[in-house]
């Protein structure tokens, strides 16, 4: 179980005035669930994401991971407790290569068996990708979609992913809708997504609304679509977004 | 009986545990260690006793040649002439390479000239390691020069790593290629506290369709300086590539100067250079999969030198 305890998080501007991204953020994700993060661009999702894996430090608050604050813990004592991040936009490596990052992430020597169960979930051919290097020679979706595989691949208690569905094609996006149904069925840790889709939006059991840096709504999903699909006043961010997705 | 040191060495600079089956020239402190040929590869030592010729019948394919040196009498000094004579088309792979092991206070200093003329149609990948280790104060050093002409449709690849150990190096590479000829160069270069490395690259495309691709890739530790001289001529129609792409770390110091002149107006030439520390969303990305930084740095380094 996850618990945010008051979160906040301030960054200095460069007119030394301070700019609140967080404000008092209290939330909790059980263990198991199928959590959605959205709201409007720049509300502070991705921020309070980053604070969970420990890439941000909270201004103020406390987090608490199965029972243990892990709030002063750094990102590697996080990610061995059992805490994944996939990044929005992922990081290049010259040298480094696809079975050589998934190795780190597993831990342990990734033979081509098993090569192929990860990248396959992510519609990528183990043979074509097994050696190439995690370089500017990947396209930033075939880079994208290894990034979501390495999360998986780790098996953790809490996935991270941070805009799963940025710079993946269409059909790339539909087995991935797949991927996270499946990973929401199996119950094998917790899942949070930042996400503007509504085809992800409509496999959460939770969305949480992230809006000028509060939780605006949190419920089931029953709850809190409808509202968000409907209610023109709240949900603009959320229409505007839909319209540039499917321009 | 060989000395540990000496094996350790030889499997260092050569991946060399045992003695090779076909030709191959070991030298140790100046001397022989051994020595064999093939049915196809003669070597043969320079009357001064200053190197060898090592001379490949034309045709002779699949066969590799070593020719790994070891220094570990500190204080030994030596500059050696070895040339090599490629027939025509040949397919060969040769392993040199050179390793210091220096447990005293002097000097211990090897320069290796090393020249290659390779026939019409012939190919070459060579490669060579360079390696120092002990635990005296002495300085290890070594300086190669690799020259090679490269005759009509001739392709030569060359690989030339020195990871750690050495505490100083200029090495220079010249390279005369001709006509539809190639020369590829990949080097991987690692220095660390306050040894000093200068690489120089000369490359001459002389003929119609020459080309060339010179790879650096470099990490650069500690109060470490590091220069990179990369020098394409394009004098015909022909296309050259170099690239110098550096790590630097801590206080030490990269510099790398490009220079590409084109001669001719079909002479096609790209150099890129790059230097930066290791940027610190890899560290990140690698946290999150539970390596601590250090841990990080490390792959991201050995990654990048692969």
């Known amino acids: 179980m996850l618990e945010l305890k008051n979160i906040s998080f301030a960054v200095k501007e460069p007119n030394e005035n301070k700019k609140e991204i967080l404000n008092n953020i209290n939330l909790t994700i059980q263990d198991n669930r199928f959590v959605i993060i959205t709201g409007p661009n720049g509300g502070g999702k991705s921020t309070l994401a980053k604070i969970i894996m420990g890439i941000e430090q909270p201004t103020q608050g406390q987090i608490l991971f199965n029972g243990q604050d892990i709030t002063h813990m750094d990102i590697t004592q996080r990610a061995k407790l059992g805490i994944g991040f996939a990044f929005q936009q992922p990081v290049r490596f010259k040298g480094l290569t696809v079975k050589e990052l998934l190795s780190l992430a597993t831990n342990k020597e990734v033979n081509q068996h098993q090569l192929c169960e990860y990248l396959s979930q992510v519609g990528l051919c183990a043979k074509d990708y097994i050696d190439r290097e995690v370089n500017a020679s990947l396209s930033g979706g075939e880079l994208k979609r290894i990034e979501i595989a390495m999360l998986m691949a780790r098996g953790v208690k809490l996935s991270i992913f941070d805009e799963p569905e940025a710079g993946i094609d269409l059909w790339s996006f539909h087995n991935l809708i797949q991927v996270f149904r499946r990973l929401r069925d199996e119950k094998n840790g917790s899942v949070l997504i930042i996400s503007h889709q509504e085809r992800i939006l409509e496999i959460a059991d939770e969305i949480v609304v992230v809006s000028a840096g509060q939780i605006t709504a949190h419920g089931s999903r029953e709850e809190i679509l409808p509202e968000l699909l409907n209610n023109a006043d709240s949900c603009r961010f959320y229409k505007a977004q839909q319209r540039s997705v499917n321009a | ?306």
Do not use: W
Request: hydrophobic share 35%; charged share 25%.
């Open chain 2, 1 to 306: 009986m060989m000395k540990t040191t000496v094996k350790n060495i030889l499997r260092m600079v050569a991946d060399l545990t045992s003695m090779p089956t076909g030709a191959f020239n070991i030298r140790l402190n100046g001397g022989c260690e051994a020595r064999q040929n093939s049915e196809h590869v003669t070597i043969t030592p320079k009357e001064n006793g200053l190197g060898i010729d090592i001379a490949v019948e034309p045709n002779t394919r699949g066969e590799v040649v070593y020719i790994p040196v070891v220094v570990d009498a500190s204080g030994f000094v030596e500059t050696v002439y070895n040339d090599f004579f490629i027939g025509e088309n040949c397919d060969v792979e040769i392993v040199a390479g050179c390793g210091i092991h220096n447990d005293g206070h002097s000097l211990s200093q090897h320069d290796g000239i090393h020249t290659f003329h390779l026939g019409k149609n012939a190919r070459v990948k060579y490669a060579e390691k360079h390696y120092g280790e002990g635990d005296g104060d002495g300085q290890r050093v070594l300086n190669p020069v690799t020259e090679v002409y490269l005759d009509e449709g001739a392709y030569m690849e060359m690989e030339t790593v020195q990871i750690e150990g050495v505490d100083s190096t200029n090495r220079v590479t010249r390279g005369v290629v001709n006509k539809n000829a190639t020369f590829v160069v990949k080097e991987k270069l690692m220095t660390s506290g306050k040894q000093r490395a200068t690489t120089t690259f000369d490359v001459q495309l002389n003929g119609e369709g020459a080309s060339t691709n010179v790879i650096s890739r470099s990490v650069a530790k500690g109060d470490s300086f590091q220069e990179f001289l990369s020098k394409i001529d394009g004098n015909a129609p022909c296309a050259g590539h170099s690239e110098c792409d550096a790590i630097i770390m801590d206080n030490a110091c990269v510099k790398a100067v490009p220079e590409i002149t084109a001669n001719h107006v079909d002479a096609s030439l790209i150099h890129e250079a790059a230097i930066g520390k290791i940027a610190g969303e890899q560290i990140v990305k690698l946290m999150t999969l539970g390596l601590n930084r250090e841990e990080a740095e490390a792959e991201i380094v050995n990654g990048f030198l692969k």
